[in-house]
């Protein structure tokens, strides 16, 4: 088995939320991502300094794996989009979390990913009706963590 590199010495996801904490528990939390451009964009965050998923134990893998897909169901239901983007990168962040990003084929780097080049700007209204369903949205995953136990 390969030597897994050693993790910076700090990490933002250590030293911080990564969002606005929407639910937690002892093993990991969820997010909602300040970000104009894409409302209800979520990240699910594991509480473990851990780089992969397989640095974790089964169990922890299932259940995580298991809050992403909640989050994702919920986003579907409470934003409506044509599709929703799961990303765990860990490029420039070491540190194990997944981004849940709802899409939209109007949005501002749609059929890009978020962190590719914008295609266009976005209506005002548009994001604004988006922003309107968040409040829903982070109900909806308060809920997430009691179900997944």
């Known amino acids: 088995m390969a030597e897994t590199p050693a993790l910076p010495a700090t990490c933002p996801l250590c030293d911080g939320d990564g ?12 997010v909602l991502v300040d970000d104009d451009d894409y ?6 965050v594991c509480n473990a300094h851990v780089a992969e998923m397989s640095d974790l134990d089964a ?16 986003q579907r239901a409470v934003m409506r989009p ?9 490029n420039v962040v070491p540190h194990l979390h997944w981004h849940v ?21 976005v209506d005002r209204a548009v994001l604004d009706a988006r922003r309107a369903r968040v409040p829903a949205l982070a109900a909806a995953l308060q809920e997430i963590l009691r179900e997944t136990r």
């Open 19 to 30: 969002g606005r904490v929407v639910a937690r528990d002892a093993a990991l939390r969820i």
């Open 39 to 44: 409302p209800g964009f979520a990240r699910v």
């Open 59 to 74: 169990a922890h893998r299932d259940r995580l794996m298991a809050v992403v897909c909640a989050v994702e169901r919920a």
């Open 82 to 90: 044509q599709k929703v983007n799961v990303a765990s990168l860990g």
């Open 101 to 121: 990003i709802p899409r939209y084929a109007d949005d501002a780097h749609f059929p890009q990913p978020i962190w590719g080049t914008r295609q266009r700007d």
